[in-house]
């Protein structure tokens, strides 16, 4: 049985990494925090019974934060591989937090390197690296495209994405990134674009909601479902080289496309329902993500099995079955 630890199991991509890992028979540890209320809504159905003497979902308290709680946890489970899915992961936050987010989502990077390189372990390491990362270089994205940051978010991923290949490099280790593009599900946070329009609608259809405020509409990103990523990260794991690929749809849509197919799929016209506030521009935008996965396809033949549409259509109806469900 192969063993794997999961940073940002709590999240919406460690909530489907452990499914996957799960279902492949592997012993998954995850990292949780300590937090003031429940956080764990997104793997309680597959967290088995803790006086279960075997279970295959074990979690264990760390932070990207404290290398001490890293280095145990590595030396303890000595995991096969370790999917890093852990990060302060909001772009427009991540100008409120830029400190933090370095320390999270880059500096957390460098501390699971160390410590596998530390502990001498041949332990494989995926890096959720990100299509933020582009920025401002023109679609369509791949490998082989310059990164040109815009957030501080950005600038972390590619510092993470950097160490990533500098370990790779340097020390022989088997450590891969994968630059994944927008990708959702109902599971997604509820501060992300996707999943704030797609509960709106759903609010806004059952009488409990009448306007949603958001920011640039003309944004434009290629959106996959999270379902379809994680096995393309697995994929890149079971390679016989470590390598970097990027993971999309290659189809691009903005905001109001977004907005058109929410609030179409509940008869509803979003324009009545829109309003814009300035609080959700960030400083620096990212205008037009659209990627090029051809390289995983070849590799990894892997491809994305869920439409712009589909996506869409799953989301509010999964929105709208939980508010349903509330008033049940
Ligand atoms: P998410 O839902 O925001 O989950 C982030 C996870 O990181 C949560 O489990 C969170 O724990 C954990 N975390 C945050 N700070 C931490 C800390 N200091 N120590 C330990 N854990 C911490 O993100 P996601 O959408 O699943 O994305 C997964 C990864 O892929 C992230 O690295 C993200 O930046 C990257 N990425 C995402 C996308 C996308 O479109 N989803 C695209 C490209 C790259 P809590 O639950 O306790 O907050
Ligand atoms: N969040 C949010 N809220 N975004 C809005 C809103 C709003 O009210 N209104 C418009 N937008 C626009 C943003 O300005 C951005 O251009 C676009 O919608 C997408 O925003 P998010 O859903 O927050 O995602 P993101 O693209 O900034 O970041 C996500 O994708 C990255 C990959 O490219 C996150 O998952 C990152 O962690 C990930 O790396």
């Not at 450590?175 to 927008?182: E, K, Q, R, S």
Request: glycine fraction near 8%; charged fraction near 25%.
């Amino acid at each position: 049985m192969k063993t794997a630890l999961i940073t940002g199991i709590t999240g919406q991509d460690g909530s489907y990494m452990a499914e996957l890992l799960l279902a492949k028979d592997y012993l998954v540890h995850g990292i949780i925090r300590r937090s003031s209320s429940f956080n764990t809504e997104r793997i309680d159905h597959i967290y088995q019974d803790p006086h279960d003497p075997k279970p295959r979902l074990r979690l264990v308290y760390g932070d990207l934060n404290d290398a001490s709680s890293l280095n145990r946890i590595i030396r303890t489970i000595q995991p096969d591989e370790i999917y890093h899915l852990g990060a302060q992961s909001h772009v427009r936050v991540s100008f409120d937090v830029p400190e933090y987010t370095g320390e999270v989502t880059g500096l957390g990077t460098v501390r699971l390197l160390e410590a596998i390189r530390e502990a001498g372990l041949r332990t494989k390491f995926y890096n959720a690296s990100s299509s933020e990362m582009f920025g401002s270089a023109p679609p369509p994205q791949n490998e082989a495209t310059p990164f040109q940051p815009r957030s501080p978010y950005a600038a972390a991923k590619v510092y993470s994405h950097w160490m990533t290949v500098n370990y790779r490099d340097g020390y022989n280790l088997f450590a891969c990134n994968g630059i994944l593009f927008n990708h959702e599900s109902p599971r997604r946070g509820e501060t992300f674009v996707s999943r704030k329009v797609t509960k709106a609608a759903a609010k806004i259809k059952l009488g409990r909601q009448d306007k949603v405020f958001l920011g640039n509409l003309d944004a434009r990103r290629d959106w996959g479902y999270a379902g379809d990523y994680v096995e393309a990260i697995w994929r890149m794991m079971q390679q016989d080289k470590p390598d970097d690929y990027v993971i999309a749809t290659g189809e691009s849509h903005s905001v109001r496309d977004l907005l058109d197919e929410a609030f179409g799929h509940v008869d509803l016209d979003w324009k009545k329902h829109v309003e814009i506030d300035p609080r959700y521009y960030r400083p620096t935008e990212v205008d037009a993500l659209c990627g090029d996965a051809s390289k995983a396809a070849r590799q990894l033949d892997w491809r994305p099995r869920v439409g712009f549409k589909e996506l869409v259509r799953m989301m509010v109806d999964s929105d709208l079955k939980q508010e349903k469900a509330k008033s049940g």
